[in-house]
C-alpha cells in the first residue's frame, strides 16, 4: 500500500476555496486516489475517488497529475460545516482493506 | 436501508471486565470490517469478514479481542479484560466487494471508556 503524506492541519474561512494537496510518491500502477472526510463523533464518508486526470462530482474536485504522484482535493465556496479531517488514501482496488493515515485537520473560520 | 448501524453509541465500563459491541451493516453487502480510531488518529484496521468468514486479523487484535459474523449478517466485537488502552472509538464499515466505487460505509462507531 503506497505510503501518503498530507499537511496535518489547514485553516481557512467561509467562501474560500479550499485546496488540500497530498503526496503518495509510490503510488502503483493500478492504484486509485481516494479522500474520505470525517466529523466529530462519526465515521468516515467516501468523498471522491480517481484515477487521473480530474474528477468531479457535488461535494468536491480531485486534481491528479500525469505522473500520479501527488493530489489535490478541491473543496469549493467552503462553509462552517465543512470543518473535519480529511483523509487521502491510495490502493488497489483489490486490496482487501483501507488503511488510514493521521489526516489533515480542516478548520474553517467565520 | 439506514446505513450502518453500530451500538451502544458509548459504553464506560471498568478496567477488567467483558464488553460487546454491535454492528449491523448495509444488508446487501458481503463485507465488514471493524476499525479503532484513538484521539487525534487515523482510524487503524483491526479485521474484516467476508459473509461469515473472518479472513484477515491485524496483529493490534490481541488475544482479548474477538470478533464474529454468524450467517454473515450482524457483527459482534468482544473484549475481554478490558484495558485502560482499550479506551477509542470502535468503527464498523461495510462494503460491497472489496474496493467499491463509493468506497466503505462507516458507522458513527462505539466509544469506549474504560476506567
Known amino acids: 500500500l503506497a505510503k501518503t503524506t498530507q499537511p496535518i492541519s489547514m485553516d481557512s474561512y467561509e467562501g474560500q476555496e479550499v485546496n488540500i494537496t497530498c503526496s503518495h510518491n509510490?503510488?502503483?500502477?493500478?492504484?486509485?486516489i481516494t479522500w474520505y472526510q470525517q466529523f466529530p463523533s462519526q465515521g468516515p464518508r467516501f468523498i471522491i475517488q480517481?484515477?487521473?486526470t480530474k474528477v468531479t462530482n457535488e461535494v468536491a474536485s480531485l486534481f491528479i497529475p500525469a505522473d500520479r504522484k501527488s493530489s489535490t482535493l478541491s473543496l469549493p465556496r467552503v462553509s462552517l460545516s465543512d470543518t473535519a479531517v480529511y483523509y487521502c488514501?491510495?490502493?488497489?482496488?483489490?486490496?482487501?482493506?483501507?488503511?488510514f493515515g493521521k489526516g489533515t485537520r480542516l478548520h474553517i473560520l467565520p | 436501508d439506514t446505513g450502518v448501524s453500530q451500538d451502544p453509541r458509548h459504553k464506560i465500563t471498568k478496567r477488567g471486565q467483558n464488553v460487546t459491541f454491535r454492528c449491523d451493516p448495509i444488508?446487501?453487502?458481503?463485507?465488514l470490517y471493524w476499525y479503532r480510531q484513538t484521539l487525534g488518529q487515523g482510524p487503524e484496521f483491526l479485521t474484516y469478514?467476508?459473509?461469515?468468514?473472518?479472513?484477515?486479523k491485524s496483529r493490534l487484535l490481541s488475544d482479548r479481542f474477538s470478533a464474529e459474523r454468524p450467517k454473515g449478517s450482524f457483527s459482534t466485537l468482544e473484549i475481554q479484560r478490558t484495558e485502560q488502552g482499550d479506551s477509542a472509538m470502535y468503527l464498523c464499515?461495510?462494503?460491497?466487494?472489496?474496493?467499491?466505487?463509493?468506497?466503505?460505509?462507516f458507522g458513527s462507531g462505539t466509544r469506549l471508556t474504560v476506567v
Open positions: 464499515a461495510s462494503s460491497l466487494g472489496s474496493r467499491p466505487i463509493g468506497g466503505y460505509t
Open positions: 509510490n503510488i502503483a500502477t493500478n492504484d486509485y
Open positions: 480517481g484515477y487521473k
Open positions: 488514501l491510495v490502493g488497489d482496488k483489490r486490496d482487501d482493506k483501507i488503511i
Open positions: 444488508s446487501e453487502h458481503n463485507r
Open positions: 469478514f467476508q459473509n461469515e468468514a473472518q479472513l484477515e
